[in-house]
């Protein structure tokens, strides 16, 4: 599943392009094709073809793991899952509709296109982004998410770190990749209760979240399956599918478990429960 640093590299495309990979602000919608109905999950599809048609778009930005499109008076908010990407295409190139779901088609004759073969995607169109996103926790790469906050937030909570973390309603945009990467560079240990770490040991786990995620958008992100491509933060990962495979710190063999019903890597060693 894409995490925050895989969707801030496609939101940074959006908005400024690249080669092969149009910038879209300033576009105006022409017609809107939805080839799956499901993918939308707000509003109807007669309702969502007709408010969009002639809307441009304004600005494009991030919500934990959520996209938001900025138009004049709505926000199409767009939430990849486990398999979506999102893809524009220039001028004069054709489309293979082989898993679209969701296609703007601009008057300039670009496309932004949702892919998304496994089908757990999803497309909203609101007229304020809160509709979708208001119970998401703090974003761990907003400027107002201190350690401090970050300590105070742990103590409520009697859970074990690995889960917390990625309970988008505690914190915005953490999934197993990035999880595994900061509890190692903190030296914590995934099944450590949230609520027993000293202020020192939070503080640890905030910059080392904000370390991962920074390099994780710094290399575009993880290429690790055929969802997503195009990063190369897979070739440094510390710990994530390193399972057999020496700690660069200590040397001990680097473990796999399960916690919370995921696959979870970590050294025995450097991070003692």
Not at 41 to 55: Q, R, V, Y
Not at 69 to 76: F, K, P, R, S, T
Not at 213 to 220: A, Q, W, Y
Request: aromatic share 8%.
């Amino acid at each position: 599943m894409p995490e925050l640093p895989e969707v801030e590299t496609i939101v940074r495309k959006l908005k400024s392009g690249e080669k092969d990979f149009p910038r879209i602000i300033g576009e105006e919608i022409k017609s809107v094709d939805i080839l799956w109905e499901r993918s939308l999950a707000f509003p109807s599809i007669l309702e969502a073809k007709t408010t969009l048609m002639g809307k441009s778009v304004i600005d494009v930005s991030r919500r934990g793991k959520f996209i938001i499109i900025e138009m004049d008076q709505v926000y199409l908010l767009i939430h990849l899952r486990m398999s979506g990407d999102l893809l524009v295409l220039p001028p004069g190139k054709s489309i293979d509709i082989y898993h679209h779901r969701f296609i703007l088609h601009f008057l300039s004759g670009k496309d932004l296109i949702f892919n998304d073969p496994r089908k757990f995607g999803r497309v909203w169109l609101v007229t304020n982004p809160d509709e979708v996103t208001s119970k998401l926790g703090p974003d761990p790469l907003n400027d107002n998410f201190s350690p401090e906050l970050f300590h105070e937030m742990l103590l409520r909570k009697k859970r074990q770190l690995k889960p917390l973390l990625m309970d988008q309603t505690f914190l915005a945009g953490m999934g197993n990749i990035y999880t595994d990467e900061a509890l190692y560079l903190a030296k914590l240990h995934p099944l450590r209760i949230a609520s027993s770490l000293s202020m020192n040991e939070s503080h640890a786990l905030h910059h080392a979240i904000q370390t991962v995620l920074n390099e994780g958008i710094d290399r575009n992100g993880a290429s690790i399956d055929w969802v997503y491509r195009g990063g190369d933060f897979q070739n440094h990962f510390k710990v994530y599918q390193r399972k057999g495979a020496p700690c660069q710190h200590c040397g001990i063999i680097i473990e796999k478990t399960i916690v919370g019903q995921r696959g979870t890597y970590y050294c025995p060693e450097c991070q003692k429960i």
